[in-house]
Nanobody, 125 residues
Framework: QVQLVESGGGLVQPGGSLRLSCTAS????????IGWFRQAPGKEREGVSI????????YYADSVKGRFAISSDNVKKTVYLEMNSLNPEDTAIYYC??????????????????WGQGTQVIVSS
């Protein structure tokens, strides 16, 4: 059974940091690209960062470049999203998703076959 489970969300003050985890089961992580997406209230889901687990290539949205870092542990079958210098605009539900690696590094939601349930991140003082 294919499953993605996110964890690590919570409430953090502006300027703070969080690390999100996405643990996969039921498929080989290196056959897939894992993306982090987020959806704020009243807004469309948007791509945040992607990692292609077969070679470690990464991609970031401009809004998070230099602040967020994505990494992967293929043994633990877990992808991490380290988020630093958080600001209120980062408040959203964060989802991880898996797309077959042949599609490359793309935020196109339709390419992602599997999705986690999401984890809430709130940045507020």
């Amino acid at each position: 059974q294919v499953q993605l489970v996110e964890s690590g969300g919570g409430l953090v003050q502006p300027g703070g940091s969080l690390r999100l985890s996405c643990t996969a089961s039921g498929f080989r992580l290196d056959y897939y690209t894992i993306g982090w997406f987020r959806q704020a209230p009243g807004k469309e889901r948007e791509g945040v960062s992607i990692i292609r687990n077969s070679d470690g290539h990464t991609y970031y949205a401009d809004s998070v470049k230099g602040r967020f870092a994505i990494s992967s542990d293929n043994v633990k079958k877990t992808v991490y999203l380290e988020m630093n210098s958080l600001n209120p605009e980062d408040t959203a539900i964060y989802y991880c998703a898996a797309a077959p690696r042949r599609y490359g590094l793309a935020f196109t939601i339709a390419l992602y076959d599997y999705w986690g349930q999401g984890t809430q991140v709130i940045v507020s003082s």
